[in-house]
T-cell receptor, first 110, second 116 residues
Framework: KNQVEQSPQSLIILEGKNCTLQCNYTVSPFSNLRWYKQDTGRGPVSLTI?????NTKSNGRYTATLDADTKQSSLHITASQLSDSASYICVVTAGNDMRFGAGTRLTVKP | DAGVIQSPRHEVTEMGQEVTLRCKPISGHNSLFWYRQTMMRGLELLIY????????DSGMPEDRFSAKMPNASFSTLKIQPSEPRDSAVYFC??????????????FGAGTRLSVL
């Protein structure tokens, strides 16, 4: 069983709508959690990084939350744009170990 | 800065051949990472270097894989001999920090490897 589970696996929304992606993890001891955006055919791009003491981090229209007690994180995208169509990957670091979620494929339609 | 530069962008080779992937990290970055991404397994960390020294290679799948960082501005990932199951996109990333602590990793565009 993957120690980082992302949901949904894929999501289709209309341009301008909001959406929330989920990441649940069992990795320990927790160091930090990252959200990446990966466009098709490109390398991942860092959106946010959060440590244990941070429960919210924003980057423009992207807002990540972290609940270290329940080991859950979410990525909220506000007022989606066509350019938000991409895969979003959650990565949890525990010490020197990095665990990757399988990603959520988001498609924004006009 | 041009960012992390990887070459080649695409590589097609036959089973049994040696493959060398190259990476130039962002100038001034202390850490360099090699990743592999496939549809089946997603993104995987293969190995990372701090100040040109390999720190953790536990992600390297087997002895056919080796990585070197002879200086701060260059790294290679070599597969010898290559097998069809090595087909994947290989990413290189670099960061300022010398640990996996809170630091931003900047990824290259990747090398798409196809082993026939």
């Amino acid at each position: 069983k993957n120690q980082v589970e992302q949901s949904p696996q894929s999501l289709i929304i209309l341009e301008g709508k909001n959406c929330t992606l989920q990441c649940n993890y069992t990795v320990s001891p927790f160091s930090n959690l990252r959200w990446y955006k990966q466009d098709t055919g490109r390398g991942p791009v860092s959106l946010t990084i959060m440590t244990f003491s941070e429960n919210t981090k924003s980057n423009g229209r992207y807002t990540a939350t972290l609940d270290a007690d329940t080991k859950q994180s979410s990525l909220h995208i506000t007022a989606s744009q066509l350019s938000d169509s991409a895969s979003y990957i959650c990565v949890v670091t525990a010490g020197n170990d990095m665990r990757f979620g399988a990603g959520t494929r988001l498609t924004v339609k006009p | 800065d041009a960012g992390v530069i990887q070459s080649p962008r695409h590589e097609v080779t036959e089973m049994g051949q040696e493959v060398t992937l190259r990476c130039k990290p962002i100038s001034g970055h202390n850490s360099l990472f090699w990743y592999r991404q496939t549809m089946m397994r997603g993104l995987e960390l293969l190995i990372y270097f701090n100040n040109n020294v390999p720190i953790d290679d536990s992600g390297m799948p087997e002895d056919r894989f080796s990585a070197k960082m002879p200086n701060a501005s260059f790294s290679t990932l070599k597969i010898q001999p290559s097998e069809p199951r090595d087909s994947a996109v290989y990413f290189c990333a670099s960061s300022l920090s010398s640990t996996l602590a809170k630091n931003i990793q900047y990824f290259g565009a990747g090398t798409r490897l196809s082993v026939l």
